[in-house]
């Protein structure tokens, strides 16, 4: 085994995500994040949180939420990350930010933006996100002057029914602010999560665009398209093998949920294990090896069944909408069909 594929195989904590709280000035037609009451972490207990992901020698740190600048010791937060020099990126719909503060955020050596785009002018924000015209001019705005700091910009479009019409005239926006920061646009919606239940809900997946209708995008955005890296093993193994196996995330990167559960990413949540009571350490360390290891229960008769090629296999997805993260979801099946179907007529 060569060095790279050693270090890329055995755990270390490199990039964490801290969602620091549920809050948010915008409601997103497709937003996972359970609104139904306040969760906002203590800030002692995210400094705490920072101070032990530095021990294991993390090198990223995302804050995200919801929307981060909700809260009002976000800047405190910020600081007390940049000043033990670890990278961080913030995620935002950007509306709350001001010229003063996206000035601060660079004086403190912030390394990026997230930014989400959910359409290419106001009447598409306001059916997506809710957003009123002074929102929605100020997130634009705030833009513009985040190209002009030393930090990153990294754009990201969501597509739905609801902005799929407005896709060249995003693409065309972005580009017209140069091309040195990446723009990803994802045309996969999944089930958000509900506090206390193990399925997602399904109400975040009401304009989830069709397989063809995915392609389709495709086709035409491939260099921005974003594509699921998690690819299964061949089900007509007789091993069972383990039930983590195809993700990509567990050895080097953990998401941090509002209400204290944890997880590879913002998909899959332990429950049962909350951070801010029992601490980071003992969970890289003990709990999640422990989930990590285990072995899928059987393979679903429709997996037995199946031969595609283009089948992706997440437990984070599959647990969302079936409930059950050995049984991926008829959306993924019909997915990975359509592909099979046109890779036989060539196209």
């Known amino acids: 085994m060569n060095l790279g594929n050693k270090l890329s195989s055995t755990p270390v904590l490199l990039r964490l995500q801290i969602s620091v709280t549920n809050l948010c000035n915008f409601r997103c037609l497709h937003c996972y994040c359970d609104k139904s009451q306040k969760y906002e972490p203590d800030f002692k207990d995210i400094l705490n949180l920072i101070d032990e992901a530095n021990n294991l020698g993390c090198v990223h740190i995302t804050l995200t939420g919801g929307e981060p600048f909700f809260r009002k010791d976000i800047m405190e937060i910020i600081r007390h990350i940049t000043n033990k020099k670890i990278k961080i990126t913030i995620l935002t719909n950007g509306s709350l930010l001001n010229e003063e503060l996206i000035n601060e955020l660079d004086n403190l050596n912030v390394f990026s933006i997230g930014y989400s785009l959910y359409g290419a002018n106001y009447n598409t924000y306001k059916r997506f996100t809710g957003a009123n015209r002074d929102q929605y001019n100020n997130l634009i705005k705030n833009i513009k002057l985040i190209l002009k700091t030393k930090m990153a910009l990294k754009i990201s479009s969501c597509l739905t029914d609801e902005n799929i019409g407005d896709i060249k005239e995003m693409k065309k926006f972005v580009e017209s602010l140069g091309t040195s920061f990446p723009y990803k646009i994802d045309p996969f919606l999944f089930p958000g999560h509900k506090l206390g239940q193990d399925k997602g809900e399904l109400a975040c997946i009401k304009g989830r665009l069709t397989p063809k209708k995915i392609n389709e995008t495709s086709k035409y955005f491939e260099e921005y398209i974003e594509t699921n890296q998690c690819k299964n093993e061949k089900f007509s193994s007789r091993k069972l093998p383990g039930r983590f ?98 890779e036989k007529l060539g196209e």
């Open 245 to 342: 196996d195809s993700c990509t995330c567990k050895h080097h990167t953990l998401y941090v949920n509002y209400d204290g559960s944890l997880g590879p990413c913002p998909l899959l949540l332990f429950k049962e294990y909350n951070i801010y009571k029992k601490g980071l350490i003992n969970a890289w360390k003990n709990f999640l090896p422990e989930i990590y290891s285990q072995k899928k229960e059987d393979y679903p008769l429709k997996c037995k069944n199946c031969d595609s090629k283009n089948c992706s296999f997440c437990p984070a997805l599959n647990v969302l909408e079936t409930g059950n993260m050995d049984t991926p979801p008829d959306f993924l099946c019909d997915y990975a069909k359509h592909l099979d179907d046109l």
